[in-house]
């Protein structure tokens, strides 16, 4: 049975740091690429960040280059998502999800952990 539990949301200042976590289960996470992807209030699924398979390869979307890491614990079978320099327009619900069906291509998410970026 899959299962991806996201923590480490909360709320933090505009300019300070969070990491996510994502625990999995049921799967190895060295087997599949995995995503973030963020949902605001009244918008869409915004994916934000990719890791290859083998992970060596990263990817962001354009607004958190620079400012998000994504990584994995392949020992842990745990997801990572560094976020520093936090900005307002980052608040939203982060969820973690397995590439199944390749890259950028989710077959299983989480639950979600909420980020709030407010003074």
């Known amino acids: 049975q899959v299962q991806l539990v996201e923590s480490g949301g909360g709320l933090v200042q505009p300019g300070g740091s969070l990491r996510l976590s994502c625990a999995a289960s049921?799967?190895?996470?060295?087997?599949?690429?995995m995503s973030w992807v963020r949902q605001a209030p009244g918008k869409g699924p915004e994916w934000v960040s990719a890791i290859n398979t083998g992970g060596s390869r990263t990817y962001y979307v354009d607004a958190v280059k620079g400012r998000f890491t994504i990584s994995r614990d392949d020992a842990k079978n745990t997801l990572y998502l560094q976020m520093n320099s936090l900005k307002p327009e980052d608040t939203a619900l982060y969820y973690c999800a397995r590439d199944g069906y390749g890259l950028g291509h989710c077959d299983y998410w989480g639950q979600g952990t909420q980020v709030t970026v407010s003074s």
């Open positions: 049921g799967f190895t996470v060295s087997s599949y690429a």
